[in-house]
């Protein structure tokens, strides 16, 4: 075959490959919206759940997952940025650094149910939180934590360092010059690694298993020590342990995970693309 | 007054500097505090050569022979479809397509990523579960290869990426050279641009396996959950995640069940570490 003709056939398979990665997402997505958008109302949305969840709304769920995901981020946000203040301004290319780092990559590949493992031996067991929220967020926290601390750094590193000898020739400390300086402008980037490490917070189910989640607790939770239900958890058991759930309430659950989740995800793209728009230098 | 703040403020910084080691440490302490005690009654033999993973019969059976096997199947099913498929469409992302096409594709697959595990097992339960049993006429689709091929599926935006980010920075004068002295573009990618690329896309490849041998949910929710030895891939099987994932709510503190769960976490964590660290030699590699 020559040449010219060889590269067309071998892009069409590139392309087709491609399709078969692509299509499938936007299938996933597309069953989600056309079988659980019946499902959404009001009452859905605001009700808690009745006849051991074959009927009723999903509203405890909401608020667990969202007080989780909040408890996660307070916890994880400042230790992340501060970390990422230390690897841009602070460290040197040396041993601790490397070891740093291959700590982040690696606390990004430890498998989600070991750090629920984690989560119940140090938090529940041995610091006696209990099943609870807390428990729960501090583990997620820990969980997001390489995404927080990598796009943080990313963000901080791509100030010029121009801006920092300006500010120090100026007679600032070091802290002020990243206070002012290398913070407000590394603020886009920050915030869309938070908004990354909410989604994934958000959608994750093994680390709360044994940490927080509620098979079946129709009232809100009461404090921090409480336990609660979560989404992820809730459509888990709706659709795996309790036998005789209506369809419609399976696929209402998932699609409000997924709206919650993408949404989330959009937005932290579109910061992104609006930011690489806007850099000033 | 000022010196004092700035000091107390740079230690925090360097403690949290460190905090990503101290938290990879504690996992890892904690795994073991929990899961070693397993190993006073069970030798490691027994745990990792055993047969019979029957945690709460009498006696009790520790062995995940059939849990790794499990795990071992579901990846290679998985990499064995992912692996084609996600090179190729990195390429094609890289290489071949619109630099605007190119922005949509990636979000889409950014958009998969961010799927919740969760959600791709329910949908593989009720879409991917029925076609498998139909088209192979089976008892039942919570099979192996239905972890695969949705494992394959969630393995993709790993792949993709980061083998794309590979193929990206290899720099442009290759592929000028290459041009210029008369080869095409697609002989341009295959013997120039893709062997240049080569660590990153091993990278990618490791780190996918990684993503699939540590995911729960989905796998929990559609491999049928069987701890047998897997005779085919057509068969229900239980991976080591599944298994701890579905068993421990119902151990108790403090018993053998509950420490061999936490020995399987070490086993994971152990895995997982030699994957990432391997993984970042590659993409570290000086070219």
Known sequence: MNPRKTEKFAFSVLFLTTLLVVIPVGLVVAIIVKKGLPAISWEFLTSVPRSGMKAGGIFPAIVGTLLLVMGAIVFSLPIGVFSAIYLSEYSRDNFLTRMIKLAIVNLAGVPSVVYGLFGLALFVVFLRFGASIISGSLTLGIMVLPLIITASREAMESVPQLFREVSLSLGLTKWQTIRRIVLPNALPGILTGTILGIGRAAGETAPILFTVAAFYLPRLPRSIFDQAMALPYHLYVISTQVPGVDEKIRYGTALVLLILVLVVNLFAIFIRINLRRRKKW | ?287
Not at chain 2, 20 to 26: S, Y
Not at chain 2, 83 to 109: D, M, N, Q, W
Not at chain 2, 149 to 172: C, H, N, R, W
């Open chain 2, 1 to 287: 007054m000022k010196k004092l703040k700035e000091f107390v403020i740079e230690s925090l910084i360097f403690l949290s500097g460190i905090a990503a080691i101290i938290f990879v440490f504690l996992i890892f302490l904690f795994l073991l505090k929990e899961g070693f005690a397993l190993f006073r009654t069970v030798t490691i033999f027994e745990f990792l050569g055993g047969k019979n993973w029957y945690p709460i019969s009498e006696p009790p059976h520790f062995g995940i022979l059939p849990l790794i096997l499990g795990s071992i199947l579901v990846t290679l099913g998985a990499t064995l479809i992912s692996v084609p498929i996600g090179i190729s469409s990195a390429i094609y992302i890289a290489e071949v397509t619109h630099p605007r096409i190119k922005e949509l594709l990636k979000v889409i697959i950014e958009l998969l990523a961010a799927i919740p595990s969760v959600v791709l097992g329910f949908i593989g339960m009720v879409t991917l579960a029925p076609l498998i049993k139909s088209i192979f006429n089976l008892p039942t689709g919570l099979t192996a290869l239905s972890g695969s091929v949705m494992l394959a599926f969630m393995a993709m935006p790993t792949i993709v990426s980061i083998a794309e980010d590979a193929l990206y920075a290899v720099p442009k004068s290759y592929k000028e050279g290459a041009i210029a002295l008369g080869a095409t573009h697609w002989q341009t990618i295959y013997r120039v641009i893709v062997p240049a690329a080569s660590s990153g896309i091993l990278a990618s490849i490791m780190l996918g396996i990684g993503r699939v041998i540590g995911e729960t949910m989905a796998v929990m929710m559609i491999t049928g959950n069987a701890a047998r030895i897997p005779q085919s891939i057509l068969q229900p099987v239980r991976t080591l995640t599944a298994t701890i994932a579905a068993e421990m709510g119902e151990t108790v503190v403090g018993s053998e069940h509950y420490f061999a769960l936490f020995a399987i976490g070490i086993v994971l964590f152990l895995i997982s570490l030699a994957i990432n660290v391997t993984a970042d030699l590659f993409l570290h590699r000086k070219r």
